[in-house]
């Protein structure tokens, strides 16, 4: 079956640890993009990429790093540099041919202990 | 500065009757609206959307109204199921800028009552 994946569904690092969040989409998308949500707020962009080797800055981008070197995966690496980040965290793509229609993978509920 | 607003956290409606979850917008660069449907502990799933062409889409249940001189959208659900019962996030785009990624309101939690 077609689908984003992300693993894994729960995450724990220790302060001062950097940690990389898997997705992974089987269906053939061009542009992906990472989000995270806190409790009570909505989803907020920190990485996106429109294409393969090209990535942009989402509104809150700081502590985080991302790579695209194949169509179907989007890691997101949590540094150690930012200041909070147990957050569930949302992978999602789309095809260039949907207006602006994000398909969202199941999430990863990252804990810093 | 929250430039899409979901002011209601939380609603609730009895099965069987209408819901609507309203969401507002500063931005007047945003060209694309969408609704999305959320579990706990799950991603959230497309509902319906609308272009800033269009005052109103329908598919289904769900109907989405857009007001372009208040910067207002209105997702409606008739009749309410218990499945319905979910988070709503009204989300928006400024495709025309460029730029990329949906800018979020913070949801509204839609209770069914049986």
């Known amino acids: 079956d077609g689908g984003i994946t992300q693993s894994p569904k729960y995450l724990f690092r220790k302060e001062g640890q950097n940690v990389t969040l898997s997705c992974e989409q089987n269906?053939?998308?061009?542009?992906m993009y990472w989000y995270r949500q806190d409790p009570g707020q909505g989803l907020r962009l920190i990485y996106y990429?429109?294409?393969?080797?090209?990535?942009q800055k989402g509104d809150i981008a700081e502590g985080y790093s991302v790579s695209r070197e194949k169509k179907e995966s989007f890691p997101l690496t949590v540094t150690s540099a930012q200041k909070n980040p147990t957050a569930f965290y949302l992978c999602?793509?789309?095809?260039?041919?949907?207006?602006?229609?994000?398909?969202f993978g199941p999430g990863t509920r990252l804990t810093v202990l | 500065d929250q430039q899409v607003k979901q002011n209601s956290p939380s609603l609730s409606v009895q099965e069987g009757r209408i819901s609507i979850l309203n969401c507002d917008y500063t931005?007047?660069?945003?060209?694309?609206f969408l609704w999305y449907k959320k579990y706990p502990a799950e991603g959230p799933t497309f509902l319906i959307s609308?272009?800033?062409?269009?005052d109103k889409n329908e598919d289904g249940r769900f109907t989405v109204f857009l007001n372009k001189s208040a910067k207002h959208l209105s997702l409606h659900i008739v009749p309410s199921q218990p499945g319905d019962s979910a988070v709503y996030f009204c989300?928006?785009?400024?495709?025309?800028?460029?730029?990329?990624?949906?800018?979020f309101g913070k949801g509204t939690h839609l209770i069914i009552q049986p």
């Open positions: 999602a793509s789309r095809t260039q041919f949907s207006y602006n229609e994000q398909f």
């Open positions: 269906l053939n998308h061009d542009a």
């Open positions: 990429s429109q294409i393969v080797n090209d990535f």
């Open positions: 931005n007047s660069m945003f060209d694309y």
């Open positions: 609308i272009s800033s062409i269009k």
């Open positions: 989300a928006a785009s400024a495709h025309v800028s460029g730029a990329d990624g949906l800018t």
